[in-house]
């Protein structure tokens, strides 16, 4: 079923008016003095994402110590209770791909090894993590949608673009759903 607030496009639902509500764009320097998005969330990755980041851990390892013992590279997933896997976090709650640059700002290695690699982040990194603000429910019939808590961070703000979906939007959907998704929303 689908309508135009709420189209389902590929089996997904989008809640199109939550999409249009905020505009966002990912400045590390602004959330450097206070909790960014991996601090505040533990991730969740499948079987195939776990896989893929952990063929990488040499050259995660050479942005973050974090994954590393003595005898060579951690487990730093958990098994969740839906057949996935959570992201250990360290001391203070930021999640464990997290490393600083000398400036302050707080980076993903695993994206900094995607554009090492000359890959799309979104290859490497959680579903979860290139979503977000967005957010895709794990229900039989999957809704996307932005995170209730959006208003926390100052990357996201009001979009005053009317039913005009903000640019940095419709470069996460077409990132992570393609760009055909995107045209059928629009
Ligand atoms: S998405 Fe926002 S909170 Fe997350 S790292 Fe970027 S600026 Fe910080
Ligand atoms: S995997 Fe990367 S983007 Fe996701 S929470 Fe960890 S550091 Fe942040």
Not at 61 to 87: M, P, Q
């Amino acid at each position: 079923m689908t309508n135009d607030l709420n189209p389902t496009i590929h089996g997904i639902r989008v809640d199109l008016a939550a999409l249009q509500t905020i505009r966002h764009k990912c400045h590390p320097e602004v959330c450097r003095d206070c909790p960014s998005c991996c601090s505040r969330y533990v991730p969740h990755v499948s079987q195939s994402e776990l896989d893929r980041i952990v063929g990488c851990f040499p050259i995660v390892a050479r942005y973050t110590t974090g994954i590393k013992n003595d005898h060579g590279f951690k487990n730093v997933f958990e098994e969740c209770d839906d057949a996935s896997y959570c992201i250990d976090a360290n001391e203070d709650e930021s999640c464990v791909f997290t490393y600083a640059k000398p400036s302050g700002e707080t980076l993903c290695a695993l994206h900094s090894v995607a554009l090492d690699l000359r890959i799309s982040p979104v290859d490497l990194k959680p579903t979860a993590c290139s979503l977000w603000p967005l957010t895709l429910s794990n229900e039989a019939a999957p809704e996307l949608s932005i995170d209730k808590n959006w208003r926390e961070f100052p990357c996201n703000t009001l979009s005053d673009n009317g039913s005009r979906m903000d640019a940095g939007i419709m470069n996460i959907v077409a990132s992570c759903f393609g760009v055909s998704f995107l045209k059928q929303l629009l």
